[in-house]
């Protein structure tokens, strides 16, 4: 059974920095896509970054402009593990972040939807707050 679990999250400072991960176990989709999302109070969850994964490669990552040049994705296969670095957090950052993980289809596009992704973690609290 496919299982994401989070962590990373917690308080920090306008302008500091988290390191957000994502632990996977029980995957055994050939060529999916995972990403962060996240979701603050009363406001729809929203795609922050996702990226592809195939058995031979590793597809360009996507980015909400919002966070474009500040959050980075990244995987470790060996530890089964995708980060989410996050830089020069604002509080606008503040909100509880997901990790997602969906199927996707060779030929096809895929998009860092949240209605699109089936799997889900159950989510770590990033404030941000002086």
């Known amino acids: 059974q496919l299982q994401l679990v989070e962590s990373g999250g917690g308080l920090v400072q306008p302008g500091g920095s988290l390191r957000l991960s994502c632990a996977v176990s029980?995957?055994?989709?050939?060529?999916?896509?995972i990403g962060w999302f996240r979701q603050a109070p009363g406001k729809e969850r929203e795609g922050v970054s996702c990226i592809s994964i195939s058995s031979s490669s590793i597809g360009s990552a996507y980015y909400a402009d919002s966070v474009k040049g500040r959050f980075t994705i990244s995987r470790d296969s060996a530890k089964n593990t995708v980060y989410l670095q996050m830089n020069s957090l604002k509080p606008e950052d503040t909100a509880v972040y997901f990790c997602?993980?969906?199927?996707?289809?060779?030929?096809?596009?895929?998009?860092?939807?949240?209605?699109?992704?089936?799997?889900w973690g159950q989510g770590t609290q990033v404030t941000v707050s002086p």
């Open positions: 029980g995957l055994t989709l050939d060529y999916y896509a």
């Open positions: 997602g993980v969906r199927a996707a289809t060779y030929g096809s596009d895929w998009y860092c939807r949240p209605y699109e992704y089936e799997y």
